[in-house]
């Protein structure tokens, strides 16, 4: 805005807002809203959040009027001959028509009481006047109120709904001539969707300039804030209702458009190079211009692929025309394209861990969303995963998972990280080919960074996952507990088709069974016992269809004979006295707590179940078709058949992924708000289900809600084990395989040879001799996912509060457009900066992280919480969303 006095002109109009009441509609007053501003910051910073709720609360007519100002303003000059001509048309007059509604949206979606009246005023029908006759007579701005009640004439049409209108602008001014993308010739339309960047779905990239760059920054940014209601929703409320500009976008039954945006916003994204675009001491470079672009281009994307669309009670529910055609992708140089551009974002913290540059060891950005990203497409494209999977790429991402797991189970603002990577690598190992491709050995360990590396390891991809595995479930100090299934169900999954375990795995899930086994675990709660099965489950697996491949685990059960032996006869007497035993034990000798007990950590693993479903395709190179001959795009056509897996499978738990320390972080909301994962089936039910592939359907699914309860409670609700309720899973339990193999080779064993903890070469030779009788394979069976309402609603969450702490990041090139509104998606708190760092010389942040916490099974929904409220906390404001 340049001089002072112009800013003072601007910041009284803005007091006239709110102060003085009707304002005409014909005023030049409102000119000055995109006349006046030089800057988002202009804009952020003077029209306060104060400003803009005084006026929405005492002068709603004022507001209405400046939207349909700005929103007017922007359909002439988007429809101008002439724009953006700086003397005509002026490309500024665009930009802060678009800023002043993004910052005003969220202050009205943050009002439940003014829902009745956004939803006819954005949404109900209008007319207008002619696009001619407004540039014709240069006239401010083509509608009102009284417009919308005119009669007919000359001047006025019948028009779309004032959000569709604008989200469509928006779309078109993402590829208009000279202001996103290169100036067009004379003659030639002045929207082009052409593709930003080469990658997917085109070979060359566009001139761009960094004037190009910032006004796709500003309109993504828009674009997000009408995306944004869904904060305003409670996550129990969000799948169901939706809302309407993200179904609005998702539905658009233009190919072009889609495919346009679609490939934009995935080709920039992965071509970002942080390497390439970063200077030494990074973290003290406060504005990256192309890393906010590539902050935007992935937020908008994640929002538009993952977004479900509501159903609606007598209508087919529409496509969401971004997944559908994510999941068409099909050339292999496409997947190549996509695989490299993840592989070079995840790799950084690899990377910067072994670098000297004090600036490369700051947090590297959109981890967790790359992650999501990565899981989204993996979950929707059957060819994808098959990729992945049989060129051996899966290996490269098992390894980077992994890292950001172990990296991160110590941090309490980081576990939603941690429980996305465990349903990724449960997303893959529902693959035949994947748990095969495992079998392959590992030879790169010595060169992983510390947080990963495991010492001494020797052994295949296989070992490695189970060990890191059996480091995450013991070393994390019960944090993790929510996710012990998913992790688990990861080794069920691919038990069958293990090879050559080494004696170290081998010694590492029989620990795992008998920290699963032992009565204090077992008797912690009422479902503790699911876990034990599902680890039988898997050791059967291996025993029933790898024996002579895998003679060390054979030996490692055979050490641990008693334990099985045990859990035969197991009552409720015998397990308390067990547990008495081993209390007096630790108390006399001083010895420490099994790290899976409930003394140790919480133990608790209610929050997930898992479905057990058949597996039958194998997939495999030749699903991946070679590129088309003709289309523009060689993503696919719409007469192509739907049976893809465009609708994902549910996390079988859920947290909020890393929430990064800012002036605010986001907290948990009730733990009981969120789906927990379906209980598993009993054998007998497991067995009379059909073969068929996974089930990566989230339509219409309800099946995650149930579950049932035979334990007792105490009269003040804590759990209470009983004998009945021992009686209802201890005979379903999956205990014949081990017993009758330890029966029969103890029998053919001298008893000497097992008395070692290491088997020699004779002893696993004679064990691989043996046939067993009466050992037959189990049907093989997978432990996938399958959505809720509720687990939709974790989901969302779970991305928007990526969004959120993103954009409240100002110092780096955001605006904060959600900063101090009351959202209900998640809890919100501030916290008081600490003095200044020299990284940080505008005040350090110490965020308090606190994680979504999902739990998938019977439901047992508390009471509402306090309703929201805006008081304030130690440190700042405190935002707790309703329950």
Partial sequence: MGASDSKLVFKQGIFKLSEERHIPADDDYWTSFWELPESAEDIFSLFAPAD???????????????????????????????????????????????????????????????????????????????????????????????????TASDDFEEAKPLAEELIDTLVDLLFFSDLTVPKQAHGRPKVTYAIWQSGVGCNASIPTTKEHESNRCEILRL??????????????????????????????????????????????????????WRVPYNTLVLKDPKQVLVTYTLQFLLVIVLYPIPDQPGIVTPKNFYRHFLGRLHRPQDFQFIVDGMTRILNQPLHANSSYIPGAHSSIRFAPEIIMLFWEITQCNKRFRSFMIDTDRAHDFVILILFYALEYKGDASKQGVVRMCAFLLQTLSVEVNFGLGLNKTFEAQETLPTAIRIAGFRGTYADFLIQSIY??????????????????????????????????????????????????????????????????????????????????????????????????????????????????????????????????????????????????????????????????????????????????PTPAASSPSEIPSRTSSVASINEDDVPRQLRGMSEKARGKMPAGTPNFSRQNSITSLGGYSVAGQSQTGAFEPSAHWIESWLPELPLHTALTLIQQLTALIPRQALASETAAPNTLHKIREVQLV???????????????????????????????????????????????????????????????????????????GSNIVSRIGSINLRGPTSPSTTGPAPGGQNFRRNG
């Avoid at 037959?776 to 959505?787: G, K, M, N, V």
Wanted: proline share 6%.
């Fill in 471 to 648: 480091n995450l479930i013991t070393t994390s100090q019960g944090k993790l507990s929510a996710i012990y299934p998913a992790l688990l169900a990861v080794i069920h999954n691919i038990a069958a088709h293990l090879e050559g375990l080494s004696a170290v795995t081998c010694s590492k899930v029989m620990q795992l069974f008998n920290s699963m086994s032992s009565p204090s675990f077992l008797m912690a709660n009422e479902t503790n016992h699911d876990l034990l099965r599902s680890l039988l489950e898997s050791m059967n697996s291996i025993v029933e269809r790898q024996y002579k491949k895998n003679p060390e685990f054979v030996y490692a059960i055979l050490g641990n004979r008693k334990r099985f032996e045990a859990l035969r006869s197991f009552t409720l007497e015998s397990g308390q006295e067990e547990i008495e035993r081993r209390n007096r034990r630790r108390k006399e000798t001083g010895a420490s707590h099994d790290p899976l007990e409930p003394n140790s950590t919480r133990s608790s693993v209610d929050s997930l179940r898992s479905p057990t479903t058949s597996l039958s395709r194998v997939p495999t190179l030749g699903d991946v078709p070679e590129e088309a001959d003709d289309g523009t795009f060689a993503i696919g056509d719409d007469d192509d058949d739907d049976t893809d897996d465009e609708e994902r």
């Fill in 774 to 848: 009466g050992v037959d394979p189990s049907p093989i069976r997978i432990q996938s996912f399958e959505w809720s309402q509720l687990a939709l609603g974790w989901y969302e969450s779970l991305l928007w509060g990526f969004i959120f702490s993103s954009e409240m990041q100002v110092a780096k090139g955001t605006v904060g457009i959600w900063n101090s509104t009351s959202i209900k998606l998640f809890r919100v708190q501030e916290t008081a900066p600490q003095g200044p760092s020299l990284t940080s010389p505008r005040g350090a942040v110490d965020a308090v």
């Fill in 223 to 276: 674009l997000l804030t009408l995306a944004s209601q869904s904060m305003y929703l409670p996550p129990s409320h969000l799948p169901q209702r939706g809302t309407r500009a993200l179904t609005h976008i998702c539905t658009c039954p233009d190919k072009q458009v889609v495919l346009s945006v679609l490939c934009s916003l995935l080709n920039t994204t992965l071509k970002y190079n942080p390497a390439s």
């Fill in 52 to 150: 803009v709720r005084r006026t929405r609360d005492n002068a709603l007519e004022n507001l209405e009027t400046l939207i349909l100002a700005v929103t007017s303003r922007l359909f002439i000059l988007r429809h101008h001959p002439s724009f953006p001509d700086p003397e005509i048309a002026p490309e500024r007059d665009a930009l802060n028509c678009v800023r002043i509604l993004t910052r005003v949206l969220p202050y009205i979606y943050e009002k439940e009481s003014l829902q009745p009246w956004e939803e006819t005023f954005f949404w109900g029908q209008r007319r207008k006047r002619t696009r001619t006759a407004s540039i014709a007579n240069e006239i401010l701005f083509d509608e009102s109120q009284e417009v919308r009640t005119r």
